[in-house]
């Protein structure tokens, strides 16, 4: 059976419209005032000092329909409410956009958005999507098809009341920029971002940047190998008490500043493959215990290297006075001195391979004049100064050739 050409046209297009429905609280003063339901950008940023263009410049009367409290209005992106109370928006789109970037951006009076319906398949920019929603307090995203987004820059920036958000279905392999993305989500609490893949990810420059109610935030997940820019990262994130950073990889990340700016309850950190820029930001900023991978607190010790671009692998290769925590290998020549190798002064936790031919002792005290261990200790101690001194000593037992 043939199909008039409007009919046929109606029905292809059925089947690619997204839906989004809109909820807007208008109050006494927005009354014939224009409100806002898409892309503010011009007059957010204009607030701000800024000016962007159009990205939904695409959109027209043509393939986008528009319904406020179930009658259909010409196609626009803002009305001018007769009278206070709730408004339900509903936006039909008759085509494909893969650029939602700002989309609904400086919609202050938005207080829920229902996006079940909004086909995000081939969506690749979604930065600055939901900017500016002050009033959104809960986004369902659990519908969002996200493989193919490769920007997330400030998605969720000033979302000031946003107090729970699921990202559970969000598939970030291909993202590459997150800077900004939590920005200003001032009432946040907790954010669960384990199922996020960041190994693609450059840029994470505030991206948590002052969430000052954060108090628990999941990064096991963190593939941070290729990141660069972590300036700003968890600036004023002024309630945040602990913070797993042991899955960090920072060897690339050459902007650390201000990483911890006023994180002032901040009490746990614990870090592995650190550099010694995110040590120095944590002792700058915080007075936060900073455990390594072996449990130790590393927070008092001087972590520092005369090259501070050190970056400090598994073994943790540093010159550490008064360390009490060394498990290492120490074949060295001592002579003359009772210095180890510089690195090692009063040193109360030494299980070293020694090859002295001696058996591991609690308590080794020696009485010799001449202070001088050879590497292998194989001195015959007869009528020397170096004499095996066993009368002060209650707890030496050891076999020495």
């Known amino acids: 059976m043939k199909y008039p ?36 950008t011009d007059g957010y ?10 990205n939904l410049k695409e959109l027209n009367e043509l393939n986008t329909e528009i319904f406020i409290n179930n009658k259909k209005y010409k196609y626009a992106k803002s009305f001018k409410p007769e009278k206070e109370g709730l408004y339900e928006i509903k936006i039909k789109f008759n085509l494909k956009i893969k650029d ?3 989309m609904f951006s400086g919609c202050s009076k938005l207080s829920n958005i229902d996006l079940s319906s909004f086909d995000t398949k081939n969506v690749t920019n979604m930065s600055h999507m939901f900017s500016g929603c002050c009033n959104l307090t809960n986004i369902d995203l659990s519908s969002f098809d996200t493989k193919n987004v490769t ?8 979302c000031c009341n946003l107090a729970n958000i699921d990202l559970s279905s969000f598939d970030t392999k291909n993202v590459t920029n997150m800077s900004g993305m939590f920005g200003y ?19 994470m420059s505030c991206m948590f940047y002052n969430c000052s109610n954060l108090t628990n935030i999941d990064l096991s997940s963190f593939d941070t190998k290729n990141v660069t820019d972590m300036s700003c990262m968890f600036y004023n994130c002024s309630n945040l008490t602990n913070i797993d950073l042991s899955s960090f990889d920072t060897k690339n990340a050459t902007n650390m500043k201000h990483m911890f700016y006023d994180c002032s309850n901040l009490n746990r950190v614990k870090v592995n493959n650190i550099s010694s820029n995110i040590i120095e930001e944590l002792l700058e900023y915080t007075n936060a215990n900073i455990i390594d991978q072996f449990g130790n ?3 008092n010790n ?5 090259n501070q671009n050190n970056y400090f692998n598994n073994n943790y290769i540093m010159n550490n006075i008064n360390n009490n925590n060394f498990n290492n290998n120490m074949n060295n020549n001592m002579n003359n001195n009772n210095i180890m190798n510089n690195n090692m002064i009063n040193n109360n936790m030494m299980n070293n391979n020694m090859n002295y031919n001696m058996n591991y002792n ?39 050739n």
């Open 100 to 102: 939602y970037s700002f």
């Open 362 to 400: 609690n308590m080794m005290i020696f009485n010799m004049t001449n202070n001088m261990m050879n590497n292998n200790m194989n001195y015959n101690m007869i009528n020397n100064n170096m004499m095996y001194n066993n009368q002060n000593n209650n707890m030496m037992n050891n076999n020495i």
């Open 151 to 158: 920007n997330m820059i400030g998605m969720f920036f000033f």
């Open 185 to 203: 989500c001032d009432n946040l609490a907790n954010i669960d971002l384990s199922s996020f893949d960041t190994k693609n990810v450059t840029d």
């Open 5 to 40: 050409i409007n009919e046929y046209l109606n029905k292809i297009n059925e089947k690619n419209k997204n839906e989004i429905k809109l909820l807007l609280k208008i109050e006494k003063e927005d009354i014939n005032n224009d409100i806002y339901f898409l892309d503010n």
């Open 45 to 54: 940023y204009r607030n701000i000092g800024e000016h962007h263009h159009d």
């Open 297 to 299: 607190n590393i927070s």
């Open 302 to 306: 001087n972590y520092l290297n005369n």
